[in-house]
T-cell receptor
Framework: DARVTQTPRHKVTEMGQEVTMRCQPI?????VFWYRQTMMQGLELLAY????????DSGMPKDRFSAEMPDATLATLKIQPSEPRDSAVYFC??????????????FGNGTRLTVT | TQLLEQSPQFLSIQEGENLTVYCNSS?????LQWYRQEPGEGPVLLVT?????EVKKLKRLTFQFGDARKDSSLHITAAQPGDTGLYLC????????????FGSGTRLQVQP
């Protein structure tokens, strides 16, 4: 069974440190999403890529967050410097998004980030 | 920004009861999906509805897409403890924005 893999599963870091989260999407999927989930805000869309090109990153604070997709098997989300308010579960999801096809998104199990 | 509001936010019921969860928006969506999420895992797709007025059944779960494609509902008949989880509706935007926007979620607990 193909699945989206996220690493690390848990990350505890101090304020000001750099955090890098990684995602391996499902082979053949053309779209990769990054979401952040908190109790207060629910699932927020941070950024997404289609065929490795960034389409929209308006959901993330650009002064500290960056998202890249260096190749088809790896997507990264970086926070530098991290702040306590960044504490959340970060999900990566991939899917095959075509003009009239609404495929399911396949989610990883998330990275639980705690910034102290 | 396309917003999806879900109600209720929390629901605690006894095994065997029926329930309905609502998902509303002022925006029109190309399609709407329902996901279920369990603790420590990512959301998993339950169903996709595309046509206004569409009704889909998945065993004891019935999903409906509003005629105007702005709202949806999930009805569970004879709920079981295994139905416990976070239910999320999510809408696919129009052609210019092929992104999935999630609702705030409904946390369901079914007591045995």
């Amino acid at each position: 069974d193909a699945r989206v893999t996220q690493t690390p599963r848990h990350k505890v870091t101090e304020m000001g440190q750099e955090v890098t989260m990684r995602c391996q999407p499902i082979l053949g999927h053309n779209t990769v999403f990054w979401y952040r989930q908190t109790m207060m805000q629910g699932l927020e869309l941070l950024a997404y890529f289609r065929n490795r090109a960034p389409l929209d990153d308006s959901g993330m604070p650009k002064d500290r967050f960056s998202a890249e997709m260096p190749d088809a098997t790896l997507a990264t989300l970086k926070i530098q410097p991290s702040e306590p308010r960044d504490s959340a579960v970060y999900f990566c999801a991939s899917g095959l998004v075509l003009r009239q096809v609404f495929s399911p998104l396949h989610f990883g199990n998330g990275t639980r980030l705690t910034v102290t | 920004t396309q917003l999806l509001e879900q109600s209720p936010q929390f629901l605690s019921i006894q095994e065997g009861e029926n329930l309905t969860v609502y998902c509303n928006s002022s925006s029109v969506f190309s399609s709407l999906q329902w996901y279920r999420q369990e603790p420590g895992e990512g959301p998993v797709l339950l169903v996709t509805v595309v046509t206004g007025g569409e009704v889909k059944k998945l065993k004891r779960l019935t999903f409906q897409f509003g005629d105007a494609r702005k709202d949806s509902s999930l009805h569970i008949t004879a709920a079981q403890p295994g139905d416990t989880g976070l239910y999320l509706c999510a809408g696919w935007g129009s052609t210019g924005r092929r992104a999935l926007t999630f609702g705030s979620g409904t946390r369901l607990q079914v007591q045995p």
